[in-house]
């Protein structure tokens, strides 16, 4: 087993573990401001504008299952870009997407998650069911050809490129890819973003408010 996925599985037990406490802890949302992280640590208020975000696509599911943008009409869609053998944004992002789905009640039964892989050469359906399962049972994973990722981060204007490489092993590289989460109506239309490191509570909250 390659290093960096040894360290991959140690990261995701500990990210795991904290975003656990982390619910334990909070006692009221209510208390929380709705906002999102930027990069720098500083706080902004949710985007009000309605930038072209989505569009029709089709992708494979993690049970190999081909699936389109219409499949999802109907739901709330919370939707993450990210790979597998990210060490750190993805397998947080998609903790604090479970905690947010713990704390929605009843009403997470109107929402539904979705991890699109930015890597399809290595994360095959198999791959991507295998992961999901560290996460909420509600977890929809995608993933597809080239073209068809492709043509899914054009039409939510997602970046992905590989940054590290392995020179003895070209399957072992590592990625930079854009970090926000999309909210996305129950028809397909964009509603709101969350920046990464949002806590569960506040994605929680401003959900809420469109439920």
């Known amino acids: 087993m390659p290093l960096r996925r040894v360290?991959?599985?140690?990261v995701l037990a500990i990210v795991i573990l904290a975003v656990g406490l982390g619910l334990r802890a909070f006692t009221d949302s209510s208390k929380s401001p709705v906002a999102t992280v930027?990069?720098?640590?500083?706080?902004?208020?949710?985007?009000?504008?309605?930038?072209a975000i989505g569009g029709?696509?089709?992708?494979?599911?993690?049970?190999?299952?081909?699936?389109?943008?219409?499949?999802?009409?109907?739901?709330?869609?919370?939707?993450?870009?990210?790979?597998?053998?990210?060490?750190?944004?993805?397998?947080?992002?998609?903790?604090?997407f479970t905690t947010v789905m713990d704390l929605?009640?009843?009403d997470a039964a109107k929402v539904q998650p979705i991890f699109v892989t930015i890597d399809p050469l290595r994360d095959t359906p198999e791959h991507l069911k295998e992961y999901l399962t560290h996460f909420h049972k509600s977890f929809t994973g995608l993933t597809g050809?080239?073209?068809q990722i492709e043509n899914v981060k054009k039409v939510f204007r997602i970046y992905a490129a590989k940054s590290q490489q392995d020179e003895k092993d070209p399957d072992d590289y590592l990625m930079d890819?854009?970090?926000?989460?999309?909210l996305m109506g129950p028809?397909?239309?964009?509603?709101?973003?969350?920046?990464?490191g949002l806590e569960a509570e506040v994605i929680a909250t401003k959900l809420k408010e469109f439920l």
């Open 104 to 106: 929605l009640g009843p």
């Open 177 to 182: 890819h854009s970090s926000v989460s999309y």
């Open 56 to 96: 029709s696509f089709t992708a494979v599911n993690q049970h190999g299952d081909v699936v389109s943008d219409k499949t999802y009409q109907g739901k709330y869609v919370l939707i993450f870009f990210g790979y597998t053998f990210c060490p750190d944004v993805c397998p947080t992002t998609l903790s604090t």
């Open 38 to 51: 930027t990069d720098k640590g500083s706080r902004k208020t949710q985007s009000s504008g309605t930038p």
């Open 187 to 196: 028809d397909g239309k964009f509603l709101t973003f969350f920046s990464y």
């Open 7 to 10: 360290y991959f599985y140690l």
């Open 145 to 147: 050809n080239t073209q």
